[in-house]
């Protein structure tokens, strides 16, 4: 057979199966992408379903003298709030689903971020080093979408999360880094705790060096300045305020 000819064949299969190969890597793409959006758009749905939850549930308590409630109004209000809880039930439902779906497409991947649905439901894992192998390589990604994950872990173990993972310090860090609003707020909020205060009051004093960040935390931080039940808590808000307002002052001169 002529050496063109065949020369000419192996050049059509090889372009035949790069072809197919990047169809095929497209593919997967535009369905992790789908996933991903869809995961996001659950997380949202959960946020809102709980907070709802939590209205609703202190709404009777906001008021010293509560008006009489009917039971219509009662019995309103408990479907109501049980339907938000099958609501929130459904889609954390989804969610782990969602999640099981991306890691299934991990392992084919060269893209890191294709472990990220994986590390995270390691997270939730029963075995403490599959836990911290988890948060070691959520730290290494550093992506916004762990978030939402990376935070709820902490709250729900703050003696573990600085135990088999970095310190309160980097953990904050990480937060502000990944999600600077979401992160500033949340820190401001772990002056509260008494495991984590003063690393959230020395992220807070050195880091905080934009305007938009500044505004992020002033309100939170009023807050617990003028409301706290600690002394030290309630302190250490009036030195970050003092010091975040001559700070934003600065800057907006600048």
């Not at 049980?82 to 609501?87: G, N, S």
């Not at 904050?172 to 495991?195: C, K, M, T, Y």
């Amino acid at each position: 057979m002529d050496w063109t000819i065949i020369s000419v064949i192996a050049g059509i299969t090889i372009a035949l199966v790069a072809g197919t190969f990047a169809l095929t890597r497209f593919i997967g793409q535009q369905s992790e992408k789908a996933l991903r959006s869809r995961l996001e758009q659950a997380e949202k749905q959960a946020g809102d379903a709980e907070k709802e939850l939590a209205a609703l549930s202190s709404s009777r308590k906001a008021e010293a003298i509560p008006p009489p409630i009917t039971a219509t109004d009662s019995d309103s209000e408990d479907e109501k709030a049980q339907k938000l809880a099958e609501r929130l039930s459904e889609i954390e439902d989804e969610k782990a689903g969602l999640l099981r779906a991306l890691s299934q497409g991990t392992i084919s991947s060269l893209d890191p971020k294709s472990e990220l649905a994986t590390l995270i439901q390691q997270l939730k894992s029963e075995d403490e080093k599959v836990r911290g192998t988890a948060i070691e390589g959520l730290f290494t990604l550093w992506d916004p979408s762990s978030f939402p994950a990376l935070s709820e872990y902490f709250t729900s173990d703050r003696d573990e999360a600085t135990t088999i993972g970095p310190s309160a310090y980097e953990w904050f860090n990480l937060f502000i880094s990944i999600d600077p609003r979401a992160g500033v707020e949340f820190v401001v909020s772990e002056l509260e705790s008494e495991r984590s205060s003063f690393s959230a009051f020395s992220r807070l004093e050195y880091k905080l060096d934009s305007i938009e960040l500044i505004e992020a935390a002033l309100p939170r931080l009023t807050d617990i300045a003028l409301t706290s039940p600690s002394t030290l808590t309630r302190t250490r808000s009036k030195v970050l305020l003092s010091i975040l307002g001559k700070r934003l002052e600065r800057l907006k001169e600048q």
